[in-house]
C-alpha cells in the first residue's frame, strides 16, 4: 500500500517527537503539545508504534480515496449541461430532468453543492423562523405601542387595532 508523501512526513514528525520523549529530552505533555494532540491520543500513538513498528505512525484515514467520492467527469458533464442547456432552471427541477433525461445518479444535495460552488447557482439564505416579523416592521409596532403607552395618549391607536 502506498501513502501520500504528506502522510509520511506526519509519521516522520511524530517518529521524532516520540523518540525525543522517549530520551528525556522532552516530556510526554511537551511532545503531545509539539504535535497538537492530547497526551492521551500522544499515548496511544506511542503503544501502536511499540505494537506495529513504524507503519503504526501512518495516518491510515489517507490511504486511499473513499469509494463513495463522485467522479470528476461525471461531476464536468452535470456543470457542463447546466452551462450550456438548462441555464437559469432551478436545482431542484435541474436536478429533476438529468436525472430523467441524462441518466445521471448523484444525489440532489451533490448536484446542488456542485453548481454554489461552480458558481452557477446562487446560495440562498436559510429560512427564518415562521411568522417572524421583518426587523423594520418590528421596530414600526414597537414605537406605536410605545406611543400609545406614554402619558397623556389616548389608548392605542386606532391603526394599530385588529
Known amino acids: 500500500m502506498t501513502y501520500a ?8 514528525k511524530i517518529q521524532e517527537v516520540i523518540l525525543r520523549a522517549m530520551s528525556g529530552a522532552l516530556t510526554w505533555p511537551q511532545a503531545a503539545d509539539i504535535l497538537g494532540m492530547h497526551p492521551r491520543s ?13 507503519d503504526g505512525l501512518l495516518d491510515r484515514r ?6 463513495r467520492l463522485a467522479p470528476f467527469a461525471e461531476i464536468e458533464r452535470i456543470l457542463r449541461l ?4 438548462y441555464a437559469g432552471f432551478n436545482v431542484r427541477h435541474f436536478h429533476q430532468l438529468v436525472r430523467r433525461d441524462e441518466h445521471v445518479t448523484l444525489s440532489y444535495t451533490l448536484v446542488k453543492t456542485a453548481l454554489q460552488k461552480a458558481g452557477l447557482v446562487a ?3 436559510a429560512a427564518g423562523i415562521a411568522g417572524a416579523a421583518s426587523p ?5 409596532n414597537c414605537c406605536i405601542w410605545t406611543a ?11 391603526s394599530a387595532r385588529r
Do not use: C, D, F, H
Not at 423594520?136 to 414600526?140: M, N, T, Y
Open 148 to 158: 400609545a403607552l406614554m402619558p397623556g395618549s389616548r389608548g392605542v391607536p386606532t
Open 5 to 12: 508523501v504528506i502522510a509520511m512526513e506526519r509519521a516522520m
Open 136 to 140: 423594520a416592521r418590528a421596530s414600526a
Open 62 to 67: 489517507r490511504q486511499r480515496p473513499s469509494p
Open 123 to 125: 446560495k440562498r439564505r
Open 82 to 85: 447546466y452551462w450550456e442547456r
Open 42 to 54: 500522544l499515548r496511544r500513538w506511542r503503544a501502536r508504534q511499540q505494537r506495529v513498528g513504524y
